[in-house]
């Protein structure tokens, strides 16, 4: 049974950083392509940012880049959403995802990942 458990989540300031960890049991992260998603209250969940599994390149919406950085941990089976430059509009439910077919880009349709973490609360606020 895959199981995916996010933590890291929180409250901080504008300007502040946090990392998200999401620890995977079941499968082995590094043969798949993952995804880190957010939903906003009111608002249909993104993508945030993602690895896909064919060549391994990264993905980053627009209002991340240059602030967040996903990565992976083989040894530990994790993977991370380091977040940087917090702003009031990141503020959000963050779900981490795996995708075991892996045949189309990472970002190309939510519908293509098959697990789900239960979702980290991050709150950006003064």
């Known amino acids: 049974q895959v199981q995916l458990e996010e933590s890291g989540g929180g409250m901080v300031q504008p300007g502040g950083s946090l990392r998200l960890s999401c620890v995977a049991s079941g499968l082995t992260l590094r043969y798949y392509t993952i995804g880190w998603f957010r939903q906003a209250p009111g608002k249909e969940r993104e993508v945030v940012s993602c690895i896909s599994k064919g060549d391994g390149s990264s993905y980053y919406t627009d209002s991340v880049k240059g602030r967040f950085t996903i990565s992976r941990d083989s040894a530990k089976n994790t993977m991370y959403l380091q977040m940087n430059g917090l702003k009031p509009e990141d503020t959000a439910i963050y779900f981490c995802?795996?995708?075991?077919?892996?045949?189309?880009?990472?970002?190309?349709?939510?519908?293509?990942?098959?697990?789900w973490g239960q979702g980290t609360q991050v709150t950006v606020s003064s």
């Open positions: 995802a795996t995708d075991r077919g892996g045949l189309v880009p990472c970002y190309s349709d939510q519908r293509q990942y098959d697990d």
